[in-house]
């Protein structure tokens, strides 16, 4: 499994509408954030688990982006962040540190 780059509004809306049927989850990196790199690395020496789709958003290089979920899930907008979205709602986020793969997992099969 590897990272879906997420870049536009539009697949921000099609990543919605697939919740309905598996959980997505949103990384947003800073690419000039080093805290930020050691989370994605250590997701990804874990293994990006295929029960989810794991989506990438550079929230450098598409801010704006990164400003309409956080909008329209209504959460905090921090760096790193995961947002865990099921069903069309955000069931779960987190940031920095707090970012664990067991806890991720968990929460995409409750």
Same mark, same amino acid.
């Given at each position: 499994?590897?990272?879906? =780059?997420?870049?536009?509004?539009?697949?921000? %809306?099609?990543?919605?509408?697939?919740?309905?049927?598996? =959980?997505?989850?949103?990384?947003?990196?800073? %690419? +000039?954030?080093?805290?930020?790199?050691?989370?994605?690395? +250590?997701?990804? +020496?874990?293994?990006? &688990?295929?029960?989810?789709?794991? /989506?990438?958003?550079?929230?450098?290089? /598409? +801010?704006?982006?990164? &400003?309409?979920?956080?909008? /329209?899930?209504?959460?905090?907008?921090?760096?790193?962040?995961?947002?865990?979205?099921?069903?069309?709602?955000?069931?779960?986020?987190?940031? /920095?540190? $707090?970012?664990?793969?067991?806890?991720?997992?968990?929460?995409? $099969?409750?």
């Amino acid at each position: 499994m590897s990272w879906i =780059p997420l870049q536009s509004a539009d697949q921000l %809306t099609q990543l919605i509408a697939q919740s309905a049927s598996k =959980p997505q989850l949103i990384f947003k990196h800073s %690419t +000039r954030c080093s805290i930020s790199s050691m989370v994605l690395h +250590r997701l990804e +020496r874990a293994g990006l &688990n295929d029960q989810l789709d794991w /989506h990438l958003l550079d929230l450098i290089a /598409h +801010r704006q982006l990164s &400003n309409q979920i956080a909008d /329209h899930f209504d959460v905090w907008h921090e760096s790193p962040q995961v947002l865990l979205i099921k069903q069309g709602e955000c069931i779960f986020d987190e940031s /920095h540190m $707090g970012i664990q793969m067991a806890e991720i997992v968990e929460q995409a $099969g409750s």
